[in-house]
């Protein structure tokens, strides 16, 4: 199981890759096919397997050696570890997928933010999408209870997103300038859909204090805007890995 999702993981990772350089240009995610950004040429498929082919190529184009973007074989690695890692964790394969595609698609979209200062909102309703669904499939129960499970974790998201909403709007009204992004709203919804509302609020302050050093580094360099959502995301699946430890919580 453990190299199955491995396996997986790293897959996925590969198409993540695929979002992350095309879906902030408004570029299709199936054609073309995979080729070098620089020489244009076509990939093998037997160049494009995730991370063996990295490796083998070492991190250079084959066709005009221009060195490939470490971000490609860091996102492989960061999925397949994250699919190994909420396995592990998961009472069955549905909703470990679930969660592992939420989480996999918050890491595209924090790169995505990190690069651009922007979040997609296709991406952000697709990690949205696959955390509320994880709440369906946490257990296998009656249809029905796994709808009640549903409706509770929605209202979750629902809370967590309102309360983004209103410590946007009065950040910016005390700052007197636009703090927080609209994106950041529905991660915290996707947070609230994957942890519940308690474990939701605790990993946005998880994000919150992880990004202050950043932050306070970037005002002294005279650049007060971070990307936040890596920090959201860290600060979610912390929570997510730990939370059984998190014995004041219960």
Not at 106 to 135: M, W
Request: overall charge positive.
């Amino acid at each position: 199981m453990i190299l199955f999702a491995c396996l997986l993981g790293v897959v996925f990772g590969s198409f993540l890759n695929v979002l992350i350089s095309r879906v902030p240009k408004g570029e299709s995610i199936v054609r073309p096919a995979s080729h070098c950004p620089v020489c244009k040429n076509q990939i093998k498929w037997y160049h494009n397997i995730p991370v063996v082919s990295y490796l083998i190529l070492k991190g250079k184009c084959n066709y005009c050696n221009a060195p490939i973007d470490k971000t490609y074989i860091i996102v492989e690695i960061l999925s397949g570890l994250i699919f190994v890692s909420v396995f592990l964790k998961s009472p069955n394969i549905f909703y470990a997928l679930s969660v592992s595609l939420t989480f996999s698609l918050l890491l595209a979209l924090s790169v995505i933010d990190i690069k651009l200062k922007e979040v997609p909102d296709s991406i952000n309703l697709a990690a949205f999408a696959a955390a509320l669904s994880s709440a369906f499939f946490f257990a296998p129960m009656p249809m029905f209870v796994n709808l009640i499970n549903l409706l509770e974790y929605a209202k979750s998201s629902f809370l967590l997103a309102g309360f983004f909403v209103m410590l946007r709007f009065s950040l910016s009204y005390a700052l007197k300038k636009e703090s927080l992004g609209e994106a950041d709203i529905i991660v915290a919804a996707t947070l609230g859909g994957i942890l519940g509302s308690m474990y939701g609020f605790f990993a946005i302050f998880i994000g919150a204090v992880l990004s202050l050093i950043p932050a306070i580094i970037g005002r002294k360099k005279g650049n007060a805007e971070i990307a936040f959502v890596p920090y959201l995301a860290m600060g979610g699946f912390l929570v997510f890995m730990f939370k059984e430890q998190l014995w004041f919580m219960r």
